[in-house]
């Protein structure tokens, strides 16, 4: 899976974001999981205020925003993942390595039997393969024709059709969300 080539120096900046289904399901999930609570910690008299807990809620939901504005950056010079300028004091730094810096990519067995890829540095360093954004083919396409290692058998870690049916059942999770709080109001 290794051999080094001279990267292409014509490439231009391409950026590439996380998957929108990804995105929105994730931020859905977050909301069907919350916004239930102040409506019951108000209806169940509970010791913390309901003010309280929606703005602790709505900090919640920018810090997932924030943490689902990953990008990954490909140019002539290297790849890099970063994060907005909004949110990267408070998140990881990200990182960025030279297409000439990559010597390999090495897949890794994740705990529930999926793979998982990192690219190992000249240096002996591992940075992970960002595995979620729109457009993965061509990103994998690009670093098969910037570093000249074989990419044909990476494969995302998880497919749409698996983010689809978390949707469904967190807009089904939304559904019972609703009608926990027109229950608690009436």
Do not use: C, H, N
């Amino acid at each position: 899976m290794s051999s080094i080539s001279e990267p292409v120096a014509t490439l231009e900046q391409r950026v590439f974001r996380l998957s929108p289904l990804i995105r929105i399901t994730l931020l859905l999930f977050y909301t069907a999981l919350t916004v239930p609570l102040p409506v019951l910690a108000q209806k169940t008299a509970a010791p913390i205020s309901p003010l309280l807990l929606v703005m602790g809620l709505v900090l919640g939901a920018v810090l997932l925003y924030g943490a689902l504005s990953e990008q990954v950056i490909l140019d002539a010079a290297g790849i890099q993942v970063t994060y907005p300028t909004w949110i990267k004091w408070l998140l990881r730094r990200g990182w960025s390595l030279p297409w000439i810096e990559i010597k390999a990519l090495k897949p890794r067995s994740t705990g529930q039997g999926g793979l998982i890829y990192y690219f190992l540095s000249q240096s002996g360093l591992a940075y992970l393969l960002p595995m979620r954004v729109a457009g993965f083919a061509e990103l994998v396409r690009t670093v098969q024709a910037q570093t000249g290692i074989d990419t044909r058998d990476v494969r995302p870690l998880a497919q749409p059709w698996m983010y689809l049916f978390l949707l469904v059942l967190t807009l089904l999770l939304l559904l019972i969300g609703a009608w926990t709080i027109g229950v608690a109001l009436a």
